[in-house]
Each structure stands twice: as structure tokens, then as C-alpha cells.
């Protein structure tokens, strides 16, 4: 049986070698923001608040990188016309 230590933990983000963008976050969430673009007022306020900087405007569309939006919900939170509502992962 093999030890349990520090060292089996998978590469990311513990190991310093491997950088954040290796590494496909998006895996660890169980929720995921889906943007209803008709509601959608661009008005910028989730792309300021996302903590990951996933969530851009591009050519007045809001988008979400989900290879790295790790589902916490903020940018849904603070919508303020409700174009985003968090929904499960699991079908
Ligand atoms: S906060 Fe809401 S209305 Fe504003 S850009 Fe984001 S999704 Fe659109
Ligand atoms: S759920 Fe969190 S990480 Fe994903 S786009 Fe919204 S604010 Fe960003």
C-alpha cells in the first residue's frame, strides 16, 4: 500500500512547475453559468466581478471560457437583468 503524502496529489495548482494554463480548471466545477444572450444587456458587470477572468464581451456577445470557469456563481449573483443562471453539470 502506498503512503498518503503531499507528493500524490495531482500536478495542479500545487505543483509550481506546472502553470494555471496547463491546467483546465473548468474540470472541478459541478455547476456551470448559462447565458441567456437575449437578456443579456452587456453590460460588463460579470466580466468585471469573474475572479478567473474567463468571462469576456466579444463583438456584443457575452462569452465564458468554461475550460476555465470554475461554476462559482458570482458572475450569475451579480447579473444585474438575470441573463445567467447556474445549472448542473450532471444530465
Ligand atoms: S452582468 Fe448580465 S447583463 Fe451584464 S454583461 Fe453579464 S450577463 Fe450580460
Ligand atoms: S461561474 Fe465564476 S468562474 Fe465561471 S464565469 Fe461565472 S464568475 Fe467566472
Redesign the pocket.
Same mark, same amino acid.
Given at each position: 500500500m502506498s503512503e498518503e503524502n503531499w507528493g500524490n496529489l495531482p500536478p495542479c495548482p500545487f505543483n509550481k512547475d506546472i502553470r494555471a494554463d496547463q491546467s483546465k480548471t473548468g474540470s472541478w466545477r459541478s455547476i456551470r %453559468?448559462e447565458i441567456n444572450q437575449g437578456k443579456c444587456l452587456k453590460c460588463g458587470l460579470?466580466v468585471t466581478? #469573474? %475572479?478567473?477572468g474567463?468571462?469576456e464581451i466579444i463583438d456584443r456577445v457575452l462569452n465564458?471560457d468554461y475550460d476555465y #470557469?470554475? &461554476? #462559482? &456563481?458570482?458572475?450569475a449573483e451579480e447579473c444585474p437583468s438575470h441573463a445567467i443562471k447556474m445549472v448542473s453539470e450532471v444530465a
Open positions: %453559468p460579470c466581478f #469573474c %475572479p478567473e474567463v468571462a465564458i #470557469c470554475k &461554476g #462559482c &456563481g458570482i458572475c
